[in-house]
């Protein structure tokens, strides 16, 4: 089993930053890619980045230049640092690990303000 818990979501104005995280703990040898999704109210949960063990990073087009994934294996812990936020960003975002199945995190919201 791996637990996931997020942290660092809040309010912010538009063309701020945030910086989120995810601490995993568990069986944390098993886990491989890791990775950030967002849902918004009436949309489809949606990927937003994610990154292998090695470090190799995917980014969705609505967020590549402006968001960065990154990950402390140390710590097992991934980062998502959130720069130049839209309203658009505004969504509950969730932690996603896969090892044998998939793990998810309970959410933390970000809300940007016009």
């Known amino acids: 089993q791996v637990q996931l818990v997020e942290s660092g979501g809040g309010l912010v104005q538009a063309g701020g930053s945030l910086r989120l995280s995810c601490a995993a703990s568990?069986?944390?040898?098993?886990?491989?890619?890791m990775g950030w999704y967002r849902q918004a109210p009436g949309k489809q949960r949606e990927l937003v980045a994610a990154?292998?063990?090695?470090?190799?990073?995917d980014y969705a087009d609505s967020v590549k230049g402006r968001f960065t994934i990154s990950r402390d294996n140390a710590k097992n812990t991934v980062y998502l640092q959130m720069n130049s936020l839209k309203p658009e960003d505004t969504a509950v975002y969730y932690c996603?690990?896969?090892?044998?199945?998939?793990?998810w995190g309970q959410g933390t919201q970000v809300t940007v303000s016009s």
């Open positions: 990154i292998t063990r090695g470090g190799s990073t």
């Open positions: 996603n690990a896969q090892s044998y199945r998939s793990y």
């Open positions: 568990g069986s944390i040898f098993s886990i491989n890619n």
